[in-house]
């Protein structure tokens, strides 16, 4: 019998997180009948990278060390502007309120 190997589960946990982005995405674009990128999208995309990265870093894999850590700031760089774009908006509809 073989032995539990943590590092696989990490590693496979992160490619079914990855993966689920698609299928997020896949059920928003249906839901609105256009294509769309929900948050819980880039939300996938940081957690299956992370894990993935730990998982590749485990392996000493190059290749997969860097794919993985280029996508995770760009994963980040996109909730990040998500963010400061719900913020302009807000304080925006707070500006065209009329004063009481």
């Given at each position: 019998?073989?032995?539990?190997?943590l590092?696989?589960?990490?590693?496979l946990?992160?490619?079914?997180?990855?993966?689920m982005?698609?299928?997020?995405?896949?059920?928003?674009?249906?839901?609105?009948?256009?294509?769309?990128?929900p948050?819980?999208?880039?939300?996938?995309?940081?957690?299956?990278?992370f894990?993935?990265?730990?998982?590749?870093?485990?392996?000493?894999?190059?290749v997969?060390?860097?794919g993985?850590?280029?996508?995770?700031?760009?994963?980040?760089?996109?909730?990040?502007?998500i963010?400061?774009?719900k913020r302009n908006?807000?304080?925006?509809?707070?500006?065209?309120?009329?004063?009481?």
């Amino acid at each position: 019998m073989s032995k539990f190997d943590l590092w696989l589960i990490i590693g496979l946990i992160g490619q079914v997180m990855f993966s689920m982005r698609f299928i997020v995405q896949w059920i928003a674009s249906e839901r609105h009948k256009k294509s769309v990128i929900p948050i819980s999208f880039w939300y996938f995309s940081i957690a299956g990278s992370f894990l993935l990265l730990a998982y590749s870093i485990h392996r000493m894999d190059p290749v997969f060390i860097l794919g993985q850590s280029l996508g995770s700031v760009i994963y980040f760089r996109n909730l990040v502007l998500i963010g400061r774009d719900k913020r302009n908006t807000l304080a925006a509809q707070e500006a065209a309120l009329p004063d009481e």
